[in-house]
């Protein structure tokens, strides 16, 4: 959940119920992968830009998911110091079949209620959900202790983003329109 009314809970399961699995972990010498969030990695301040893993976190806009799962990775950081086996995975927004609850479930629910849909100007970095579960594999399989990856695969603007969604619902004639970025700014403030 992104909703600040619950984050006391948020930060009960993102931070308390991670440092008790990594206790367990360390004790009984188990490899771990931390499914994060690419939202930890970072975020452009002022002009628009392709982050990577070594983008610095910003506290700026960041709602108590994010950092939630942003403290959970600094505790991770402090365990692999006293020997734990782990590596962290953030995906990106992350689509796929069965998705009742996340961002697609969302968008899908505000789409089917309007007769028209704005899109903010900008974009975002997608990935589908098979592709978050092999990154999860291949990180447990093959990732090195204490290193973070990136699981995303395209970026794409938020008006092709939508016009795809569309598609997905049956609603090929939903008008979709690209607001000026004032206006991109407040939607987006509202759909989070």
Same mark, same amino acid.
């Given at each position: 959940s992104f909703d600040e009314k619950k984050s006391r809970q948020i930060y009960h399961i993102? $931070?308390?119920? !991670?440092? !008790? /699995?990594?206790k367990v972990a360390l004790k009984h010498k188990k490899r771990v992968v931390f499914v994060s969030t690419a939202s930890t990695i970072g975020s452009p301040q002022k002009q628009p830009h392709i982050i990577d893993e070594n983008t610095a976190f910003s506290f700026e806009q960041k709602n108590p998911y994010t950092h +939630?799962?942003? /403290?959970?990775?600094q505790h991770l950081s402090q365990y692999i110091k006293k020997g734990l086996d782990a590596v962290i995975v953030n995906p990106s927004t $992350?689509? %796929?079949r069965g998705d009742i609850h996340g961002t697609g479930a969302l968008l899908y629910g505000l789409m089917e209620k309007y007769p028209i849909f704005i899109a903010p100007s %900008?974009?975002? +970095? $997608? $990935?589908a959900v098979h592709d978050v579960v092999? %990154? /999860? /594999?291949a990180a447990l399989d093959k990732g090195i202790a204490g290193e973070r990856y990136l699981l995303t695969a395209e970026n794409i603007t938020f008006h092709r983003l939508f016009t795809i969604l569309r598609k997905l619902i049956k609603r090929s004639t939903l008008p979709v329109l690209i607001a000026p970025?004032?206006?991109g700014l407040i939607g987006v403030k509202a759909i989070h």
């Open positions: 993102n $931070v308390t119920g !991670t440092d !008790t /699995i990594l +939630s799962k942003h /403290i959970a990775e $992350v689509y %796929g %900008g974009g975002c +970095s $997608v $990935v092999a %990154g /999860i /594999i970025q004032f206006t």
